[in-house]
């Protein structure tokens, strides 16, 4: 859990060079084409990489301490609370890159690692639900 976090840590904030305005680019980022400056539409994964960003945190985060966090264990509980991890961090990470000026605050970048957070909750609540029910 430790190392997967310092690689999301290194890759949203550490591996980022200093940008002149971070918040330029706001309401960027919701589609797989860009248009570039030559006006040419161009194939970009961010909303991918944001999704699978966060899937496997919030596994490794209920596979390691779910008791911890969840009082009454079913799977609408393991969703809400990986959904709201996912946020939180989330949110971190984007204000982190605004203050620090590292990268661009993006709502997009939000919206996905939240969805991503929660497709890893529900993988994982249906895993524990068939190894529970086994």
């Known amino acids: 859990m430790t190392f997967f976090t310092v690689l999301i840590l290194f890759r949203t904030l550490l591996n980022r060079s200093m940008w002149a305005n971070p918040v330029s680019n706001v309401m960027d980022g919701w589609w797989i084409w860009k248009v570039d400056t030559n006006g040419e539409k161009v194939l970009t994964t961010e909303c991918f990489e944001n999704i699978i960003l966060m899937f496997p945190f919030t596994v490794l985060l209920m596979w390691t301490a779910k008791e911890k966090m969840i009082k009454h264990l079913n799977i609408k509980n ?10 939180l961090f ?34 994982y609540g249906v895993c524990w639900k068939l190894k529970k029910c086994s």
Not at 81 to 86: E, G, I, L, M, R
Not at 94 to 108: D, I, Y
Request: charged share 10%; net charge neutral.
């Open 78 to 87: 393991i969703i809400l609370k990986c959904t709201q991890v996912a946020f």
């Open 90 to 123: 989330s949110v971190c990470i984007e204000f982190l890159q605004l203050f620090l000026r590292l990268g661009t605050f993006q709502l997009s970048d939000i919206f996905y690692n939240t969805f991503g957070g929660c497709l890893g909750g529900v993988a």
